[in-house]
Nanobody, 121 residues
Framework: QVQLVESGGDLVQPGGSLRLSCAASGIIFAIDVMGWYRQTPGNLRDLVAT???????NYADSVKGRFTVSRDNAKNTVYLQMNSLKPDDTAIYYC???????????????WGQGTQVTVSS
């Protein structure tokens, strides 16, 4: 059983910063791409940022230059540093990871439970 547990969501003023964390636990053989998505009521879940095991990153245009994704492979953890936050960044943020639980098993996509980020004065 694999779990992704997020933390760090909060209420913050426009222009402020937050750091989200997501730790994977359980029976894990390897983790490939990890990343963050976000969702607002009535909308689809959108990509925010992803990072490969080797450190290659990809960002949504709306967060480039403000958000930074990073990971600690030894801790099976991915982070999202969010700076210059805007009200439009308000959403539930979900962690995502592609994980193998055995050497011969396939990659399976896992999601966290989500953490609320609210940007408001």
């Amino acid at each position: 059983q694999v779990q992704l547990v997020e933390s760090g969501g909060d209420l913050v003023q426009p222009g402020g910063s937050l750091r989200l964390s997501c730790a994977a636990s359980g029976i894990i053989f390897a983790i490939d791409v990890m990343g963050w998505y976000r969702q607002t009521p009535g909308n689809l879940r959108d990509l925010v940022a992803t990072i490969t095991r080797g450190g290659s990153t990809n960002y949504a245009d709306s967060v480039k230059g403000r958000f930074t994704v990073s990971r600690d492979n030894a801790k099976n953890t991915v982070y999202l540093q969010m700076n210059s936050l805007k009200p439009d960044d308000t959403a539930i943020y979900y962690c995502n990871a592609n994980i193998k639980t055995t050497l011969i098993g396939g990659w399976r996509e896992h999601w966290g439970q989500g953490t609320q980020v609210t940007v408001s004065s």
